[in-house]
């Protein structure tokens, strides 16, 4: 049997007999938590690695196909400059931008809708419909309308994103209980005071659920609507020419940079959502 099949096989054994003691550990110390915590994902990402390295390595599996990932980490040496402009301009530019007045919209118009009955029996049901439109029918429009630079991905990540923020802010305005509610009417409170105190706290878990949910479509969306149109610079425009032009391992190494971006974004929202959501049970409950 080839030997890179054979280290594949006992460096996966052995690093899933290691996870399977850590995750039955039983510590009382936050900080062995929080490294076991860690250490569990980490182990298993660079087990796939390996894994992943050995398979390509044993069965000989053409680089055009599918490229080792020493083979994609000696690219993205190679090309950090390339890497950082596409980076800038499709994650710094396109994602940040659109991301941010996306939501921030999004949110302004659920208020709205909360506001007036009417909004919400007519706004809501084309939101739905328009939530629904695929990427690739939006992008080649919006290039048309705002251009090849980057103020057109930034119009496509506003309708990926204006959509999950409008919803769930408006599921979450609604989940304060009616008992709650008369509580606050009974204090005299009006309706700004009541939204500020009550139904906005408790509509937080929905609005960052919408957060977090954004922050990976906002990235799909962005590179998606590159391949239609910008130029020459940025994650999905080097995507689709370098796969033209059969360098698979530039491909990945984009690949490998946009799943960084999209990951640590995320983890950021997340981070913020756990100060800001302190009281909520799913946070309690994964403190204890």
């Known amino acids: 049997m080839n030997g890179y099949l054979v280290f594949a096989f006992v460096f996966w054994l052995c690093t899933w007999g290691l996870n399977e003691w850590l995750v039955r550990l039983r510590t009382k110390d936050p900080a062995a938590r929080r490294a ?7 182990i298993f990402g660079v087990t796939l690695l390996v894994i992943w390295e050995c398979l390509v390595r044993g069965f000989e599996i053409p680089s055009i196909l599918l490229p080792a990932p ?3 980490w000696a690219r993205i040496l190679t090309s950090t400059h390339i890497l950082w402009a596409d980076f800038q301009q499709t994650f710094l530019k396109s994602v940040i931008t659109g991301y941010v007045a996306g939501c921030s919209l ?6 709205l809708i909360d506001r007036s009955p009417f909004l919400q029996k ?7 419909f328009v939530s629904a439109l695929p990427v690739v029918g939006i992008a080649p429009i919006m290039v048309m309308w705002f251009g090849f630079d980057w103020q057109s991905k930034v119009a496509v990540v506003v309708i990926m994103t204006f959509f999950p923020m409008l919803v769930n802010t408006v599921q979450g305005l609604a989940s304060a209980s009616h008992m709650e509610r008369d509580l606050m009417h009974t204090y005299a409170a009006s309706w700004w005071q009541t939204l500020v105190r009550l139904r906005l706290p408790a509509a937080w878990p929905f609005i960052f659920n919408a957060l977090k949910i954004n922050s990976t479509l906002a990235l799909i969306g962005a590179i998606v609507a590159e391949f239609f149109g910008t130029p020459i610079v940025g994650m999905g425009f080097r995507i689709s020419t370098e796969v033209g032009r059969s360098n698979v391992d530039m491909v990945w190494a984009e690949i490998a940079v946009a799943a960084l971006a999209g990951s640590v974004f995320y983890g950021l929202v997340a981070l913020a959502e756990r100060r800001v959501t302190f009281w909520h049970p799913s946070v309690r409950g994964g403190r204890t």
Not at 37 to 42: F, M, Q, R, S, T
Not at 106 to 111: K, L, Q, Y
Not at 122 to 128: D, S, T
């Open 106 to 111: 999004g949110f302004i118009a659920a208020i």
């Open 36 to 42: 076991i915590g860690i250490a569990v994902p980490l």
């Open 70 to 72: 020493s083979m994609i």
């Open 122 to 128: 007519g706004l809501l049901p084309i939101g739905n």
